[in-house]
């Protein structure tokens, strides 16, 4: 299965999470943010009402991470800001 990503105007990354579940969810989570910080100034990650990001997150939380979270209406998305260490 292909993992997308697209450059949206403004250096924003889109990364689908939609098709995946625990643990493989989290897991490209982790793997699209860490090379995001590389490339771009966020990353914009689009999942399912009935998915389970409780992990996603609990991490978000943990490392002090400065986000969006729209889960009001669809698309539902989480944008984390990369912003430099």
């Known amino acids: 299965m292909k993992l997308e990503l697209n450059k949206a105007p403004n250096r924003v990354i889109e990364c689908d999470l939609r098709p995946f579940q625990c643990p493989q969810l ?5 793997w699209q ?3 995001a910080k590389t490339q771009t100034k966020a ?8 998915q389970d990001l409780r992990d996603v ?6 490392q002090g991470v400065v986000f969006q979270h729209n889960q009001q209406s669809e698309p539902f998305f989480i944008q984390v800001e990369c912003l430099d260490d």
């Open 26 to 30: 989290f897991v490209q989570f982790k």
């Open 33 to 35: 943010l860490k090379q």
């Open 43 to 50: 990353v914009r990650f689009f999942y399912t009402k009935e």
């Open 57 to 62: 997150m609990r991490y978000l939380s943990n």
